[in-house]
């Protein structure tokens, strides 16, 4: 599986103030995901999978207040909480859109992003997940494995999109470990080098049966 993010710059602040106590509260609002159409990154994800991986993302992660996404652009697929920024409190469709709301929490990145949206930042959002690829018609399309690590992380300087979605590790396959309940780079090319045919074929058969079990648990 490939590791996927994916740059939109349009997203609007909200600041919010409690009258009793003059707390300011901040949230970023807008298209989060978007399907059915080939994005920047010549990348397509057909609605289908996209609406289910939302649904899917909705009961698991925004219902139950775990949906986090960080600040800056992690370079694997796992929510590392100390760089937590914000939580994603909805996901809703909009046609092949899907308009999401965060609301910026108090903690250190957190504050980070308050900071910038007082001083008048522009933001972006980018959403990161796991992913196999298959080409058609010009473009990667994302396979119905398609799951999200988080619907968004917020970076910053979104008019420089390169220096952010090409950094994905493309070419860095990813495999789920049970054991962990995380996923895990591979170095796969330089160590199947080393094997002989024998020994390739039953690496074979256990990646085979590692990801039937992976699929299993979806």
């Known amino acids: 599986m490939k590791l996927v993010t994916e740059l939109i710059e349009n997203v609007q602040v909200e600041i919010t103030e409690d009258k009793e106590t003059g707390k300011k509260s901040h949230f970023l609002e807008g298209v989060f995901l978007q399907a059915d159409i080939t994005n920047r990154n010549g990348r397509m994800y057909p609605m289908e999978t996209m609406r289910k991986e939302v649904n899917r993302y909705n009961e698991q992660y925004i219902q139950k207040n775990r949906a986090y996404g960080e600040l800056?652009?992690?370079n694997?697929?796992?929510i590392n909480l100390e760089r937590v920024s914000h939580m994603i409190k909805s996901l809703s469709e909009d046609g092949t859109n899907i308009i999401g709301r965060a609301k910026i929490l108090d903690t250190p990145y957190g504050n980070i992003v308050k900071n910038l949206?007082?001083?008048g930042a522009q933001l972006g959002v980018s959403s990161r997940g796991m992913g196999t690829l298959r080409e058609r018609g010009g473009c990667q399309v994302v396979q119905d494995d398609f799951?999200?690590?988080t619907a968004a992380d917020i970076v910053a300087d979104p008019s420089a999109p390169q220096a952010f979605v090409n950094g994905v590790m493309e070419d860095v396959d990813w495999v789920y470990d049970a054991a962990s309940g995380?996923?895990?780079?591979?170095e796969v090319v330089e160590n199947i080098k080393k094997l002989g045919d024998k020994d390739y074929k039953r690496l074979q058969e256990q990646t085979l049966q590692v990801f039937d079990k992976f699929l299993k648990t979806l």
């Open 182 to 186: 995380s996923y895990r780079a591979m």
């Open 147 to 149: 799951q999200l690590s």
């Open 72 to 74: 800056g652009h992690p």
């Open 117 to 119: 949206i007082d001083e």
């Open 76 to 78: 694997g697929p796992t």
